[in-house]
């Protein structure tokens, strides 16, 4: 992909609001406990094998200071914040190992 082309499924869906109230009033009634989770590494945990189509290639050149030859860049191996496409390989990435685990998709939720 060049620079300035669009990127092809860069999103991460997002759950409704509605599910997050239907699972709080379900704990609340059930008397369960609910701990919150803050994915701090989630980008780096992603694979980009995650994605179905063929991972993106994206290469950076070292920041100012770094004792480099002038010219190197290096290759992004794992999807990183603020690249496009990698909230979408977090996504998938975490969807297929909820799955293995036994946890299955709520009926109101689209993604």
Same mark, same amino acid.
């Given at each position: 992909?060049?620079?300035? =082309?669009?990127? #092809? $499924?860069? @999103?991460?869906?997002?759950?409704?609001?509605? %599910?997050?109230?239907?699972?709080?009033?379900?704990?609340?009634? +059930? *008397? +369960?406990?609910? /701990?919150? #989770? *803050? @994915?701090?590494?989630?980008?780096?945990?992603? %694979?980009?094998?995650? +994605?179905?189509?063929?991972?993106?290639?994206?290469? &950076?050149?070292?920041?100012?200071?770094? *004792?480099? =030859?002038?010219? #190197? #860049?290096?290759?992004?191996?794992?999807?990183?914040?603020? &690249?496009?496409?990698?909230?979408?390989?977090? /996504?998938?990435?975490? $969807?297929?190992?909820?799955?293995?685990?036994?946890?299955?998709?709520?009926? @109101?939720? *689209?993604?």
């Amino acid at each position: 992909m060049k620079k300035g =082309e669009a990127y #092809v $499924d860069a @999103f991460a869906p997002v759950p409704r609001s509605t %599910a997050g109230r239907i699972l709080m009033s379900m704990a609340a009634a +059930l *008397d +369960l406990e609910m /701990h919150c #989770v *803050d @994915f701090s590494q989630a980008f780096i945990q992603a %694979a980009w094998s995650a +994605l179905p189509e063929k991972a993106p290639q994206f290469f &950076i050149r070292p920041p100012s200071g770094w *004792d480099e =030859e002038p010219g #190197v #860049v290096y290759e992004v191996l794992q999807p990183l914040y603020g &690249i496009p496409s990698s909230a979408r390989a977090m /996504h998938l990435t975490l $969807d297929k190992w909820m799955k293995s685990e036994g946890f299955t998709q709520s009926g @109101f939720e *689209d993604s």
